[in-house]
Nanobody, 116 residues
Framework: QVQLVESGGGLVQAGGSLQLSCAASGRTSSIQSMGWFRQAPGKERQFVARIRWSGGSTSYADSVKGRFTISRDNAKNTVYLQMNSLQPEDTAVYYC?????????WGQGTQVTVSS
């Protein structure tokens, strides 16, 4: 089992920045990649960014490219999402995701609200 705990959400004005963190615990050696998804009210959960645990290759949704950066600290089993130039449409609950060969794990989510 892998447990994921997010932190760092909050309220920010448009154009501002926030950094989200996701700490993994449990069978962290089984993690192949970690990522971030978000879900706005009334909408489906959507992919934001992903990073491979080994090698560190990254991928991003088109809507966040150039504004968000995903990174990891393997020693701390933590993944980060640096969010810059935030816009009201970025408002959502952000969920951390961890993938192993057999399973998909989710954190409890952290609210990000961007005011105009």
């Amino acid at each position: 089992q892998v447990q994921l705990v997010e932190s760092g959400g909050g309220l920010v004005q448009a154009g501002g920045s926030l950094q989200l963190s996701c700490a993994a615990s449990g069978r962290t050696s089984s993690i192949q990649s970690m990522g971030w998804f978000r879900q706005a009210p009334g909408k489906e959960r959507q992919f934001v960014a992903r990073i491979r645990w080994s090698g560190g290759s990254t991928s991003y949704a088109d809507s966040v490219k150039g504004r968000f950066t995903i990174s990891r600290d393997n020693a701390k089993n933590t993944v980060y999402l640096q969010m810059n130039s935030l816009q009201p449409e970025d408002t959502a609950v952000y969920y951390c995701n961890g993938r192993t060969i057999l399973n998909n794990y989710w954190g409890q989510g952290t609210q990000v609200t961007v005011s105009s």
